[in-house]
């Protein structure tokens, strides 16, 4: 059983950064594809950032240029690093493996 456990969270202003981070238990780390979602209460949870198991990375358009998906295969742990953050940006993160495990999530809440 694969467990996901995010961190990195947290309160900052708009225009800060925060780097977000995903370690995952098991072996099978590297030969997955893993995401970083969030979620606004009432809202459907929406992809943000994909890093494939070739290493290859995708964004969605609202986050193209300011956030960066990376990986440490030696710690399993993948990151998400976000620049000049807005306050629309401001939801709960999730990671996933393959859209099949999930962490439990982490709040990410970005002041004006």
């Known amino acids: 059983q694969v467990q996901l456990v995010e961190s990195g969270g947290g309160l900052v202003q708009a225009g800060g950064s925060l780097r977000l981070s995903c370690t995952a238990s098991?072996?099978?780390?590297?030969?997955?594809?893993m995401g970083w979602h969030r979620q606004v209460p009432g809202k459907q949870r929406e992809l943000v950032a994909t890093?494939?198991?070739?290493?290859?990375?995708n964004y969605v358009d609202f986050v193209k240029g300011r956030f960066t998906v990376s990986r440490d295969i030696a710690k399993n742990t993948v990151y998400l690093q976000m620049n000049s953050l807005k306050p629309e940006d401001t939801a709960v993160y999730y990671c996933?493996?393959?859209?099949?495990?999930w962490g439990r999530g982490t709040q990410v809440t970005v002041s004006s």
């Open positions: 098991g072996s099978a780390f590297r030969f997955n594809a």
């Open positions: 890093l494939h198991s070739d290493g290859t990375t």
């Open positions: 996933t493996m393959n859209g099949n495990y």
